[in-house]
């Protein structure tokens, strides 16, 4: 019996240990896998931290990177900015330097036109002055010449006789006009002048306005009633009655002068411009 007891005592321990044995084998393998995942799960930390180091490092780099190509494009940008305001401002001074040049030649061109107006003005007064001057010296010499004549003439010519003096006077006063304004015609109401024309170098030496004259002392004729004189070599016949209102002895003491005035010669008194008696003239 005891035998027995201790025999299976001994195999139920022996099937006890076997059964421990098989079961701790199989928690062994149970507990394999969880340990392996625990490891992995420890080692993917580790593995995780380089590959998350690399990426922030990426990560700072593209940062870096567009940091530096924002700073780039923005220098770039500036640098662009700056040349267009610098060709701006050489193209604002070439223009104003233009313009200045335009103005300072504008002004040089009016300085010039006027400056050449003033000499032409200067020269234009001084060619008058001088034309005035020959002209005022011509009409001396005409002056003088003609006085000359008169002289040399009274001198040649023998006193006038008191019945010859008469005969004057009388053939004036005989043409004296009653009223002068309804008496006279002038060459137009008369048809024209158709008589001897005086040469046109003779006229502008002896004749016009700048060429005044004395009646008294020149030869003297009456002819048809009508007083007749002679002056530079050509006989001066009135057709016109003088006005009533000149002096009784103008073609004694008057300076006339004789003219060709509207298609007609006439002759004009000093002492009253602007009235022309008709005449005609003759060799």
């Given at each position: ?20 044995f ?19 799960e ?6 995780q ?30 640098k662009q900015?700056?040349?267009h ?9 070439n223009k ?18 006027q400056q ?24 001396e ?12 003439r009274?001198?040649?010519q023998?006193?006038r006789?008191?019945?010859?003096h008469?005969?004057e ?6 043409h004296?006009?009653q ?7 002038s060459?137009q109401?008369?048809?024209g ?12 030496g ?20 009508y ?5 530079q ?10 006005p009533?209102?000149w002096?009784n ?9 004789v003219?060709?005035v509207?298609n007609?010669?006439?002759?004009y008194?000093?002492r ?12």
């Amino acid at each position: 019996m005891k035998v027995t007891g201790l025999i299976s005592t001994v195999a139920l321990s022996l099937l006890l240990g076997i059964a421990g044995f098989a079961w701790a084998q199989q928690e062994d393998k149970q507990d394999h896998p969880a340990q392996q995942q625990n490891k992995q799960e420890k080692s993917k930390p580790e593995q995780q931290q380089p590959q998350h180091a690399q990426q922030q490092q990426k990560q700072d780099q593209n940062k870096q990177s567009q940091q530096h190509a924002q700073q780039q494009q923005k220098q770039d940008q500036n640098k662009q900015s700056q040349q267009h305001a610098q060709q701006q401002q050489k193209q604002d001074q070439n223009k104003q330097s233009q313009q200045h040049a335009q103005q300072q030649q504008k002004q040089d061109q009016n300085e010039q036109s006027q400056q050449h107006a003033q000499q032409q003005q200067k020269q234009e007064q001084n060619k008058q002055s001088q034309q005035h001057a020959q002209q005022q010296q011509k009409q001396e010499q005409n002056k003088q010449s003609q006085q000359h004549a008169q002289q040399q003439r009274g001198n040649q010519q023998p006193q006038r006789t008191q019945e010859q003096h008469r005969v004057e006077q009388s053939a004036w006063q005989q043409h004296r006009a009653q009223n002068w304004q309804s008496d006279h015609r002038s060459w137009q109401q008369r048809g024209g002048y158709n008589g001897y024309r005086i040469p046109d170098d003779r006229y502008r030496g002896y004749f016009g306005s700048n060429h005044g004259f004395r009646i008294y002392g020149l030869p003297f004729l009456v002819v048809g009633g009508y007083p007749r004189f002679q002056y530079q070599g050509y006989w001066i016949s009135l057709i016109d009655p003088w006005p009533e209102y000149w002096g009784n002895d103008w073609y004694d003491n008057d300076d006339v002068y004789v003219a060709y005035v509207d298609n007609g010669y006439y002759l004009y008194n000093q002492r009253y411009p602007g009235v022309g008696i008709a005449i005609s003239i003759s060799m």
